[in-house]
Every structure is written in C-alpha cells, then in structure tokens.
C-alpha cells in the first residue's frame, strides 16, 4: 500500500484531481481559453470551442456544477479538463493534463492534491475505475436516447414540417430523387429549454462502422405559414457524443455505402444540413456528409478508400478560432495521405445561402 502510495505522489494530480483544480479557477480558465466569451449570470457563453463568438457553448462558472460545460449545438461538453483538451489539443487529455499542471503551477512529479469541490471543501475522488464505469454507462443510456428518438420518427419527410422547413431554405428534395435516409420527422419532441414538445426534424450521427452513435435535433414551428427553427436559444442540438460521426447525406455518383466507398472517392464535408444538402442539390455527383459542427470535424473518421476531401467553410471573417479548427481539419486529412480543398462560397456565409440567393435571382 505505501509503495502504491509513494507511486500515485510521483506521478503528480490525477485528471479528476485536475479538473476539480481547474474549477475552482474556472472564471480566469474561461476567459483565457475562450476569450471572445461573455459573462452571463453564472455562466461564460460562447459560439463553440472554435471560440467565436456566440451562446451555443456554456460553461458553468459556480455553484457545485462549476468546470461543467456543453456545447448544445454539438453535443459534446465535460469537465474543465476537456474543456481544454477540446479548446488546445483537439481532445487529448493527456497533453491537457500537462497543459493544466503548468497552468496551475504544479510540478510535473509532484504530490497528488486532493480534489477540491467547487464550494472550497475536499473531497476524495472516486476510484478511476468507477468514474470510467459510471461515463461509459451514461454515454450508452445518451446512445439509446438518441437511437429511440430517431426510431420514434416518422420515415418520410414527405409534406412534415421538416421537409417544408427544408423547402424555405431553398432545399427541394424531390431534385435529388430521394430523401436522405439519415433525415427524419419527429412531430412532438421534448425540449428542455423550453419544457415543451416542439416538432423537429432530426437526424441519425453515424461513426466509421456506420453504427448509430448519437441524433442531431432541430426544433421547428411554424410562423404566418412558414416553417423555421424554434425560438429558443439552442434550436439546434445533438444527443449522443457525435466526436467522429457523420450524417451521411448523400452518396455520390457510387450509390454505395460510405464503408464501400470506390477507390479514388471524393468526399464532401460540411458543417450542417443545410449546407451539405445545399452541395449535394448543386453537385449530386459527389458524396456530401455534414460534420454537424466545425468543432467536430478534424475528428472524421473516413475509410482509406477516399483520397480527396472537400472542407466546406463557413465565411467566417477573421475568426481565428474558426480558422484554427478548420486548419486542424486540414491537417487531419492531409496527414492520412488525401488531398485536401477548401471550399468557400461566394455568396452569404455559407452555401446554403448561395443556393437561396440563386433561387432568388440574385
């Protein structure tokens, strides 16, 4: 027991004891790792961990849930410590744990410091092996959620509020012959923003194996007869770790399953749905995915038989936390051996807003 001991004090604080560090000093982390952010009650909001600036993304900055954070438009959220393993090294802990120990002043062997809760008292940390237990039971219980809601939806797009939704951003899906697989409607969905069901079209995230891992919601309503997103702060969420899925929107020329990719394939992705079906309306004979965030997409996980990617970028201006991510994407990409293009459009911010603008006659 005392050499375990002695061993556990050389190899300094564990993550749990970090993260519980790095929440006590969790104002002075938000504001330097995301430094667009603004104050809000007892939370910093901002746009993503990009670090534009925004609302989707909130850390949680007192109280007993200090160091929390979750970016509702992603999904994706954690401890202080992910929170840096997300902002600086694209979800390594292990380098954002020696991120911390310098941050926080500590020696790279020190002593483990006990946890410390957010209201100053300490506390032991659970064993690791519980802690992971615990994690891997409620990301499979938000795996099953997310399966059931899209089971629960109707098949067909057809004359829902989803495909009428579609329809005011210039997205007919009677051109591409189809309606994507991924896409479903969900009538009465419950938000909890809002303590309310709202209709929402939804979609399945999917990983390399084409397995089920998380359901991407848009809550709708209608307004004068016009379908458009809720009024809530976060319309657009995603329920399910979505790190490395894809909504595979489209296939291509091929036809085949991304898995069955043709040797030699181009791929297109883009951050959200409308975008990436605004691409495949306007080049059907590409396969067009949706990153479902920007955060989200150095982290895609393609088969090898894909040897070119298309990156569609949002016009961001001179968002560096923007820029940072997609250059990440980049090297993601590049670093397997693919070429890599980024594509922009040349109208409004994204290609949606190109495909309503020659919708319009612009």
């Not at 951003?169 to 896409?183: S, Y």
């Not at 090898?304 to 940072?324: E, H, K, Q, T, Y």
Request: proline share 6%.
């Amino acid at each position: 027991m005392q050499a375990q001991r002695a061993r556990r004090m050389r190899r300094g604080p564990t993550a749990r004891e970090l993260a519980a560090m790095l929440a006590g000093n969790i104002r002075a982390l938000a504001a330097e790792l995301l430094p667009a952010g603004r104050r809000d009650g007892a939370e910093w909001k901002v746009g993503s961990v990009a670090g534009e600036p925004g609302s989707s993304l909130s850390v949680r900055l007192a109280g007993a849930k200090a160091g929390v954070w979750k970016d509702f438009a992603s999904g994706e959220g954690g401890d202080a410590l992910d929170l840096v393993a997300q902002v600086l090294f694209r979800g390594d802990r292990r380098e954002a744990m020696r991120w911390a120990r310098r941050w926080l002043g500590l020696p790279e062997d020190g002593a483990a410091a006990p946890a410390v809760a957010a209201g100053g008292s300490r506390r032991a940390p659970p064993a690791p092996a519980c802690a992971a237990a615990e994690e891997d039971a409620e990301a499979s219980a938000k795996r099953r959620a997310a399966r059931r809601i899209f089971l629960e939806a109707s098949t067909s797009l057809a004359g829902t509020g989803g495909a009428l939704y579609l329809a005011e951003r210039g997205i007919h899906l009677a051109e591409l012959g189809r309606q994507p697989r991924a896409l479903r409607f969900h009538p009465a969905l419950w938000n909890r923003e809002s303590g309310r069901a709202w209709p929402a079209l939804v979609a399945a995230v999917t990983d390399a194996a084409g397995e089920h891992i998380a359901t991407h919601r848009t809550w709708l309503t209608e307004r004068g007869g016009r379908w458009t997103k809720a009024p809530l702060r976060a319309p657009k969420m995603s329920l399910g770790s979505v790190r490395g899925g894809t909504i595979r929107l489209w296939r291509g020329a091929s036809g085949r399953p991304l898995r069955e990719a043709p040797e030699g394939e181009t791929v297109v992705i883009a951050e959200g749905i409308e975008t990436a079906l605004s691409v495949a309306i306007a080049c059907p004979e590409l396969r067009v995915l949706s990153a479902v965030s920007l955060a989200n997409m150095p982290s895609v996980v393609l088969p090898p038989a894909v040897r070119s990617v298309i990156l569609c970028a949002d016009n961001d201006g001179d968002n560096a936390g923007a820029a940072g991510l997609l250059q990440r994407a980049v090297d993601h990409f590049a670093a397997q051996g693919r070429a890599v293009r980024i594509a922009r459009s040349p109208v409004g911010k994204d290609f949606n807003d190109c495909l309503t603008a020659v919708g319009a006659g612009a």
